[in-house]
């Protein structure tokens, strides 16, 4: 007598094929590298190898490292500024240009006033504030669109810089000043640590606080937010203010680096933080800005830039590698993204 023999009972994985029943699940698994998440660690651990091999007598040393950390500390603030009012669903043109206003600001009340350096880095500070507070008034009082209300106040920031220095560079400040911007910390460049302690308090409160909970709700649908009664305005004020506070941090500390400071300075650092932040959303938390993954995006960047200079390309290469980056991490937030990110245009 012969027994049939069965064939093996499949169970459907969910993708159409089966697997035999008793067969080890360790067959099944796929190693996953991350890519939809990571892509950023990743290209940007190939941007070191190629410019390794390249160049390796210049681009491997702490003198390049330190100089990549220390220059786009002031992108780096920046971008995490815009990373906050994005979460909400809003967008700031004006960082750029009130990092400028902020650092003519301090360089005039030490130059022209004799203002002590603490007392004029804390009403810089308080300046940045003000110009949260009117960004917040106009999008959230006056409902003017982010995109046109910060563009304006980003003009009239820039005339206000161009007033307060005649149009000239204003030299002169302390060496106290410039300590904040040229300073090192265990041999760590003070920019730097400046943009790891910050981005380290917005991270914190984007993630893990009810407060960036709000804000990444309001993004996602204000709609819904407002009728399940919450404060959408209040929230989006709150926004403008980190905002226009950690641009005028950024432009103390540019003030610092460069040690004068002119109308002119800060505005070309818009573009690379958007790119930073638009490349950002499509890393570690895919479809929103996030801090982590804009930081990510700054130095991947920046890397990229510095390693073009060293192979002796022209000075064109900044503009030209931020203005393509900017192009595909908008291309990459949009094909890839969900949420507040879809809703800036």
Known sequence: MTVDQQPP??????????????????????IRLGMDRFSGLYAWALIIIVFAIWTPDTFLTTVTVKTIASNQAITGILAVALVVPLAAGAVDLSVATAAGACSVFIAVLQVSFGIPTVLAIIITLCLGLVIGLVNGFVVVNLRINSFIATLATGSLLSAL????????????????????????????????????VLSAFVWFALEHMPVGRYLYAIGGNPEATRLAGMRNGLYTRIAFL???????????????????????????????????VFLGSTQIVKGRANVLGTLVAVFLLGTGIKGLELVSAGPWVNGAFNGIALIVAVGLAVSRGRGSIERIG
């Open 9 to 30: 009972v499949l169970v459907s994985d969910g993708g159409g094929a089966g697997t035999p029943v008793g067969a080890s699940p360790h067959r099944r698994r796929r």
């Open 161 to 196: 810089a161009i007033w307060m220095s005649k149009n000239q560079q204003v030299q002169g400040i302390s060496s106290s000043l410039t300590k904040v911007g040229q300073g090192t910390l265990a041999g760590i460049p003070l920019p730097f640590v400046y943009l790891i």
């Open 242 to 276: 980190v905002s226009g506070f950690l641009a005028a941090v950024a432009g103390i500390v540019l003030t610092g680096v460069i040690g004068v400071a002119s109308a002119p300075t800060a505005p070309p650092y818009l573009l690379p933080a958007f790119a930073a």
